[in-house]
């Protein structure tokens, strides 16, 4: 069975899992697949697949899936793990991908006015800094799916570390786009400019619907196909001048901006709440 089959049959089957069980399962779920990243994928699907059907199989027999393997499942978690060595091969995919969706990520938004050359060498930078802290990011997640009980009661407070966390580990990428300055920079004027955002919405675009679950895909498309297009259309003589050159022009393309970056969050808090529906 290929992993996106199982990963399709794992959550159907779920489903069938009382409130204490799903608990269980889904946080032995969560922590080895963040802790599994650099393990062969299919190998650690196919685990995950047989503990459920475990549970599954028990709670028809009436028992919970703590009796049925113990009050310890991060020891199961771990010992699971363990009898997967880790593969280097996944480790770089991993690595690529980050920096790949940062830059994919940050590539419209970064020629969306015209005139201004594209720093390749800041980009790069950023996309090695975001695997760092993707990698922390997702490290604290898996450490506090069994011990983030014990130490903080609070869910509000929870949320503050979190989110105190993770704006200092994402600061710096502001830092460098603004501050850091590298020789390797690459001019995306005129047409050519035009050809490749268009060349990059269409990749994008089909990379987009090709995905099964387009929940939280549709706010980054929004806002990177408002910011292709304002790049294209700055890039254009006969309106690009009136726009970057002039004053109205300037409030026109930072109103136009704003509204796309607070489209992007509704739309976000949009995604949130529906899948927020979804899980319940």
Known sequence: MKTSEMIEANNQLRVQLNTKNKNFYENILVYIR?????????????????????????????????????????????????????????????????????????????????GTPLDVGALVLCGIYSIISVIVVLKYVASTIYTANRKMKNKYAKIFVLWFTISLLFAPLFIIKTFVHTPIQISLDGWIGIIVIIITLIIGLVFFFRQKDKTFGWPVVIFLAGAGIMGIVTRIPAYGNSLLHTKNGRYLVAGITTILFILFCLFNIIAARKLAKQTK
């Not at 709670?59 to 593969?87: C, H, R, V």
């Not at 280097?88 to 419209?108: D, M, N, P, R, T």
């Open 34 to 114: 963040i802790e599994g990243l650099t393990r062969d994928e299919n190998k650690m699907e196919v685990q995950l697949l047989n503990i459920l059907q475990d549970i599954i199989d028990a709670q028809n027999d009436g028992l919970t899936a703590e009796e049925y393997f113990g009050k310890n499942p991060k020891e199961l978690a771990d010992e699971i793990l363990l009898a997967m060595p880790s593969n280097i091969w996944e480790g770089v995919k991993l690595a690529l991908y980050i920096v790949a969706a940062y830059i994919g990520s940050s590539f419209l938004p970064s020629l969306m006015t015209a």
